[in-house]
């Protein structure tokens, strides 16, 4: 029988997961709750569950927190539930014991419960917790990169998150960042962009455009070698490459 720690500050998550997991009354017990990431530390440690299903965004300490102050000989398993979308999730979805998207599907749990039972009758627990370190490394380090952009609009300021960026593209001392719906002016230029963003998803290709490289739909080979590319955005807009950043838009 699993011992099992449900953490995440939305009450009516908290009461999805619990009835979810109804289904798998046989081999679960839900032993406690936490609200926060407070409380989820205090409750790891007091109730030693097996498995904590625990949200990555907290008030007071974030699931990646909560899991670099246990001890790497007492770490529970931990599944993670998140409201990303599914394209950031890939980032780490190969170091993670295992995610949820919100909201949380009966399916999608069944493959989670499945995996943890794999992973015991493999005893596989060492492994298991080199996994998870990987993955709080992984998320930290992607942490740092900045994750919304300021917009200022008038006497308003605007967050638009990272995700939603198409392209940027350098006009005189100005940089407009490009969305599905909007374009917006932001007093920064696009080098100091550039080293604030995940290279993982963004990448410079021009010395006036830097893009979002999910959204790049083709790279089009043009007379003489140079390169240019298709957007996947309501314009489709074709940026041209520089010789400088070709060898990289090459490898994508």
Not at 10 to 32: H, N, P, W
Request: overall charge neutral.
């Amino acid at each position: 029988m699993y011992r099992v720690l449900i953490a995440d500050d939305e009450e009516l998550a908290r009461l999805r997961m619990r009835k979810l997991l109804q289904a798998y009354s046989d081999k679960l017990e839900i032993v406690a709750e936490a609200k926060d990431g407070v409380e989820a530390l205090e409750k790891i440690k007091s109730e030693d569950p097996d498995i904590v299903f625990l949200d990555i965004q907290m008030p007071g300490m974030t699931g990646i927190e909560v899991l670099s102050k246990l001890d790497s000989d007492k770490m529970p398993w931990v599944v993670f539930a998140t409201a990303f979308e599914e394209y950031a999730i890939k980032a780490f979805e190969e170091n993670a014991v295992d995610y949820l998207l919100k909201p949380i599907e009966s399916k999608r749990l069944a493959n989670t419960i499945a995996k943890i039972d794999r992973i015991v009758e493999k005893r596989n627990s060492p492994q298991l917790v080199e996994t998870i370190r990987h993955l709080m490394s992984s998320q930290t380090a992607s942490s740092s990169f900045l994750q919304r952009i300021q917009v200022r609009i008038g006497d308003r300021t605007v967050l638009v998150n990272v995700e939603d960026a198409i392209r940027f593209e350098s006009e005189d001392k100005y940089t407009t960042l490009h969305t599905d719906t909007n374009r917006y002016v932001i007093d920064a230029p696009l080098i100091e962009l550039e080293k604030k963003l995940d290279p993982e998803h963004f990448m410079r290709v021009h010395r006036a455009h830097l893009v979002n490289i999910g959204r790049i739909k083709e790279i089009q080979r043009q007379f003489g070698g140079r390169l240019k590319l298709l957007m996947n955005d309501k314009q489709r807009s074709i940026l041209p490459v520089s010789r400088n950043f070709a060898d990289k838009v090459r490898k994508l």
